[in-house]
């Protein structure tokens, strides 16, 4: 029997923001993922949720022809040890960074137990790194969560209690003649229903007809099994509604940070957050679409932190110190960190992060991964964004930021029309026209790569 993991780590970005209703940042981020409630209203709309169960059991089950950055054995035993969180310093996500500048990083930054995460000892670098992760991934963490309750049932829920929403998250549903509980509706597994989670959207292993188990060393190398991340002891999810993935906006969030703080690392570790992402899917905890809704928050909310839009700085984040200038919190993490790793590896950071031979040292291999978990292959819901390209300058323009803060030759307008020339597919579920549709659609690994040649 395995020991439980610390519960606090585990649902550290899974928490909400203090308050019984959706704060205004999380009705930022519901009114962007909104589209996701409407899907069943339309017939491409319920054929995208067909295609979500159909390429999720695929990816589960190893039957996908999705490229992988690993053999699907490997693949699974990633997933077991991506089930755990380290908000604190992303040491799990490091190993993005190559096998040098990895190591380096690993040696300043680490998550030791003896007990199999029931007790932690938290080691961490630089201390403006660690307040940058831990602020960054509460305040995402808080709206994908909200998310969560929101989509499945209309609710607010804490510790405590769940609570109906307040008028303002009731007026984004009815907006756009949604319902709540899309998955279990859709799938036949509405809440109430035997096996479905109580408060709907059911997660894969409670709606597919076929899960995967398997077993393998947990993070922390104890024998483990997927099955203890889905019904316990490790983690239960039979009451956490699916949409979106919690884990997923954790690991885009913190892995795109890292892409910035090391920008010769930025394509890795953009594809680094892919994998952790795609993880949840291998795992059965969650389907394509939450996904993409975990990548699509993450970006989101990333930019306008980088913008330094006055709504999202300064906030009261858990157990982080305010950050009321994002940007320069960021300049100064990337100093600290770039003087940490340097002296930890012997060489600058530009020098180190050439040394590769680990899963992510093929730069080939890790963009047709990337590309592959940008749609999942999910057929067009909003034919008009897809026939077009959608202007980042215009409908988005803090979106550049995600280039300009790791590549600072980079004007705000060059890095806008960057990421408008490498667009990946329009009118998913989620691309309606709106500016958060936008970021559905970027591709930071293309990105990435087209600001480090312009060096």
């Not at 609570?163 to 319902?179: C, D, E, Q, R, Y």
């Not at 982080?320 to 770039?338: H, Q, T």
Request: aromatic letters at 10%; proline letters at 5%; charged letters at 20%.
């Amino acid at each position: 029997m395995r020991i439980k993991p610390a519960l606090w780590l585990l649902a550290a970005v899974a928490l909400p923001q203090a308050g019984l209703a959706q704060n205004a940042l999380n009705l930022k981020a519901l009114q962007g993922l909104s589209p996701f409630a409407a899907l069943g209203n339309s017939a491409a709309g319920e054929a995208a949720l067909a295609a979500n169960l159909r390429v999720t059991a695929d990816i589960q089950t190893g039957k996908s022809d999705q490229p992988g950055l690993q053999p699907f054995a490997a693949q699974q035993a990633q997933a077991i040890k991506d089930a755990f969180i380290t908000i604190a310093n992303a040491a799990q996500l490091a190993d993005g960074l190559g096998s040098k500048l990895g190591a380096a990083y690993d040696a300043l930054n680490v998550y030791a137990s003896s007990d199999d995460g029931k007790t932690v000892k938290i080691t961490s670098g630089p201390a403006a790194v660690a307040n940058l992760l831990v602020y960054t991934a509460t305040l995402t963490g808080s709206d994908s969560n909200s998310g969560k309750f929101f989509f499945a049932s209309g609710v607010q829920k804490t510790k405590g209690s769940a609570v109906p929403v307040n008028a303002a998250g009731a007026a984004i549903l009815k907006n756009v003649a949604g319902t709540t509980d899309v998955f279990g509706k859709a799938y036949g597994v509405p809440a109430g229903a035997k096996g479905a989670d109580p408060f709907g959207d059911s997660r894969p292993f409670q709606t597919e007809k076929t899960v995967l188990n398997y077993q393998d060393p947990d993070y922390f190398g104890a024998a483990s099994a997927n099955t203890d991340y889905l019904f316990g002891p490790a983690q239960d999810l039979r009451k956490s509604p699916a949409f979106p993935s919690g884990h997923t906006t954790y690991g885009y969030t913190e892995s795109t940070l890292l892409a910035i703080l090391v920008p010769p690392r930025f394509p890795q570790m953009i594809t680094r957050g892919a994998e952790y992402g795609n993880s949840r899917i291998v795992l059965g905890a969650h389907y394509a679409m939450d996904v993409i809704a975990g990548r699509t928050l993450a970006y989101y909310d990333l930019a306008h932190l980088l913008a330094d839009d006055p709504a999202y700085v300064g906030q009261k984040e858990g157990k982080a110190k305010p950050i009321a200038e994002y940007r320069g919190a960021v300049a100064a993490a990337r100093a600290a960190l770039d003087a940490a790793l340097a002296k930890g590896c012997g060489e600058s950071v530009a020098a180190c992060a050439r040394d590769d031979n680990g899963r992510f040292s093929d730069l080939t291999v890790d963009k047709e991964f990337y590309e592959s978990t940008m749609s999942y292959g999910l057929p067009v819901v909003f034919p008009a964004e897809a026939g077009h390209v959608e202007n980042v300058a215009v409908k988005a323009p803090e979106a550049g930021w995600l280039l300009k803060a790791a590549f600072p030759y980079l004007s705000l307008a060059q890095a806008d029309r960057i990421l408008t020339q490498t667009e990946g597919p329009g009118g998913g579920f989620l691309d309606d026209g709106s500016a958060f549709g936008v970021y559905s659609r970027l591709d930071l690994f293309k990105a990435g790569e087209r600001a480090l040649e312009m060096k």
